[in-house]
Structure formats: structure tokens, C-alpha cells
């Protein structure tokens, strides 16, 4: 029991590991906001993906560890969801993170890739959205266009709220374990609850219809259409 709890602790802290921050700082980059967008945008795709994929990594090596170390199908997806939580609400950030959607990739990678697959298909149609939208930008050279990106694009946060909906029931319907689906019952709730959440109090003070908010914020990933 000892070993479960310390070691879901410990993938929270694999989760909340700031490489994002200090990618930022590293580049003299602003560390408020999203950072994924700061690093892409200020030190150029290839930094953007390196931190992406560390982020993914994240919640990949909290499952690969608590597999290695044998421990129950229950406190490896513990383990996952930890990380997941450690990237939302890190404690070097004053708990304020990102929004969970590439740990709860490599999670999901690492627990289920059977399941990530079906559910990547609705993510894959709002990249291609964004990539579409990106490429018929007129009036710069195409590096600058993937450095600053096609604006904010409804169909990728679409998309991918669309798949983290789908894992649990592509799990369901393979077969998968019943800790497995709801785990990832969990981590649709833990998206969307940090969807909810993140920055609302800078919302309320401005006044904005709550209710559109929200609506925004589940559907769009952001307080605005």
C-alpha cells in the first residue's frame, strides 16, 4: 500500500516537472500563458515539439514505470492520471498548468494505444483543419507561417475533446479492463474540469455571460469563439 502511494505521488511530480517554464526562460520567452504556444512561437517549432513531447513522455514513463515495477492494473492508471494531474496543477507553477490534453496523450499511449488510435481520428481532422487553414495564409513565407500558426482553430479543440470523450468508450467496446475505461472516464473529467477552470477568474472579472463562457471553454478550449 506504502509503495502505491508513494509512487502515485512520485508521477505526480514526473507530471508536474516544468520543462515547459524553463524552455521559456531558457529562451528569454514570456512563462505566462500557454507555454506550449510561447516556446513554439518564440523559439521556433523544433523547441515547441521538444516540449510537446516531453509533456507526452510525461504521462507515457508514469505508466511504463508502475508496469516495470508490477504494480495492480488500478494504481498504474492511478499512476497516469497522477501525471496528468501534475501537469495541470503543478506545484512549481502555484498549481496553475497546462491543460492536460498531450500527458493524457502518452497516458493513453502507454495504457491503451489500441483505443488512442480510434480516438485520434476526430483529433487528425481539426489538424488538418488547422494545417488547411495555415497553408492558405497569403503574404508570408511558409517557415513563418508554421512559426506563428494559423490563429486559434476551432476544430482542433473540437477534435480533441471529441477523442478523450471516445476512450473510454473505444475501450469499452475492445474489451479493455473496466480499470482502464474508467480511468479514462477520469481523464475526460479532469480535461474538462481544467477546461472550466483554468483562468476563469479573469473571465468573471471581465464581466463575460457565464454561461457562454463555459459553453466556450468545453467545446473551444477558450473563453471566445
Known amino acids: ?3 502505491n502511494i508513494i ?3 512520485i508521477s505526480y511530480f514526473i507530471g508536474a516537472f516544468p520543462q515547459l517554464y524553463l524552455l521559456c526562460k531558457l529562451h ?3 512563462t505566462t500563458g500557454d507555454l506550449h504556444m510561447n516556446l513554439w512561437q518564440g ?3 523544433a523547441w515547441g ?5 516531453i509533456d507526452v513522455l510525461k504521462g507515457a514513463l508514469a505508466i511504463w514505470i508502475a508496469k516495470a515495477l508490477g504494480l495492480d492494473l488500478s494504481i498504474i492508471v492511478a499512476c497516469g492520471l497522477a501525471a496528468v494531474a501534475g501537469q495541470m496543477w503543478p506545484v512549481f507553477s502555484k ?3 497546462e491543460k492536460g490534453n498531450t500527458t493524457g496523450l ?9 483505443s488512442l488510435l480510434i ?8 489538424l488538418i483543419s488547422k494545417l488547411v487553414k495555415l497553408l492558405n495564409i497569403k503574404g508570408q513565407s511558409m517557415g513563418k507561417s508554421f512559426r506563428t500558426g494559423a490563429g486559434q482553430s476551432n476544430a482542433l479543440p473540437i477534435g480533441v475533446i471529441i477523442g478523450f470523450l471516445i476512450l473510454p468508450i473505444a475501450s469499452f467496446l475492445l474489451g479493455k479492463p473496466i480499470e482502464i475505461v474508467i480511468g479514462f472516464t477520469v481523464l475526460l473529467v479532469l480535461i474538462i474540469i481544467r477546461r472550466l477552470t483554468a483562468g476563469l477568474n479573469e473571465d468573471l472579472k471581465n464581466k463575460l455571460s457565464l454561461r457562454t463562457v463555459l459553453f466556450n471553454r468545453i467545446i473551444y478550449d477558450r473563453s471566445r469563439r
Open 7 to 9: 509512487f502515485i505521488i
Open 49 to 53: 515539439l521538444f516540449g510537446i513531447s
Open 106 to 114: 502518452g497516458m493513453s499511449l502507454a495504457l491503451a494505444y489500441q
Open 1 to 3: 500500500m506504502l509503495l
Open 119 to 126: 480516438a485520434l481520428i476526430p483529433v487528425l481532422f481539426g
Open 43 to 45: 523559439a521556433g517549432p
Open 28 to 30: 528569454k520567452l514570456n
Open 95 to 97: 498549481f496553475d498548468g
